[in-house]
């Protein structure tokens, strides 16, 4: 039997007897490498056309964020120590402030809230103006992500009294009262002699809040303000809302309770109401890092 292959045709370069009839043989397809080009090429392109709408999508995301739900800011001053470190012109902690709670009902006696402040209080820092446009938008977006200042009319304090309470200080011991009973205060560290800290009785008006920072002795609340019409008080409508959780620096990453300090506190006893900042450590760190993911998403 003869074994010789037909004339101009080489063994196993004949036709395929399992493809159809027609059909041109693989050799004939593009190259690869011609065939891979295109397709990365088309991505690439169409990335560019969709980036502008990803960056208005995320811009849109973040300013309904910031607007209605939350919102960071940056601790510019030493009014709340030690809940809040801050200082003018240092790197503060970086708090996250909660606007939804305040839609279903008003702050409460303990609550930390940032507010913005009535004309006649002053600022506590003074804040640079954007030149620009451009660095305008960069210090709203820093703003809003909690890594440049606020503006110099936002305040962060505590509220002490609401609508309808007498607030006046001091007892026997020096603390403050609200409607004849002591205030139950675990938080403040810093405070000014007895002698100093006199005020009231004052009531205060339904609508508006008495605040007080943290650090008695630094704080311009509302008790350099008796004289502004409204007896130091600020109106419920100027709250932006409560501070929730530190986030800046990592090493101070805690949860920011609102303890009861309207429970009437014993005479000489050491104060036993919730601590400023719970929960801490590990069970801390497991609450806040969610709202961190969450929060830095739409960034």
């Not at 409508?237 to 303890?259: E, F, K, Q």
């Amino acid at each position: 039997m003869s074994t010789d292959q037909p004339s101009g045709a080489s063994a196993g370069t004949g036709p395929d007897p399992s493809e159809p009839a027609g059909v041109p043989p693989r050799s004939a397809a593009p190259s690869s490498r011609r065939w891979r080009r295109k397709p990365q090429e088309k991505k690439k392109g169409s990335l560019l056309k969709e980036l502008p709408v990803l960056l208005v999508v995320a811009f849109v995301l973040a300013l309904v964020i910031k607007t209605f739900l939350v919102q960071a800011f940056f601790i510019p001053s030493g009014s709340m120590e030690p809940t809040l470190h801050g200082c003018p012109g240092c790197p503060g902690d970086r708090v996250l402030v909660n606007k939804v709670p305040y839609y279903f009902h008003t702050p409460e006696p303990g609550d930390i809230v940032v507010f913005r402040g009535p004309e006649s209080w002053a600022p506590e820092f003074q804040a640079a103006e954007p030149g620009n446009a451009v660095e305008a938008a960069l210090l709203w977006l820093g703003r809003a992500i909690g890594t440049a200042p606020p503006d110099e009319k936002d305040f962060v304090k505590r509220v002490v009294a609401t609508g309808g309470q007498t607030v006046e200080c001091c007892d026997d011991q020096g603390r403050v009262m609200v409607d004849g009973e002591a205030l139950d205060e675990p938080y403040i560290e810093y405070d000014n002699p007895v002698e100093g800290r006199t005020f009231g009785p004052i009531t205060v008006p339904e609508g508006r809040l008495w605040v007080m920072g943290d650090n008695r002795a630094g704080s311009a609340d509302s008790r350099s303000h008796l004289d502004d019409g409204n007896f130091g008080t600020i109106p419920v409508d100027n709250v932006i809302g409560r501070a929730t959780v530190i986030v800046w620096p990592v090493s101070r990453l805690d949860w920011l309770g609102s303890p009861d300090i309207q429970a009437m506190a014993a005479p000489n006893a050491v104060p036993t109401g919730m601590p400023a900042l719970v929960p801490s450590g590990s069970v801390g760190l497991a609450l806040a890092v969610p709202l961190l993911i969450w929060r830095r998403r739409p960034g």
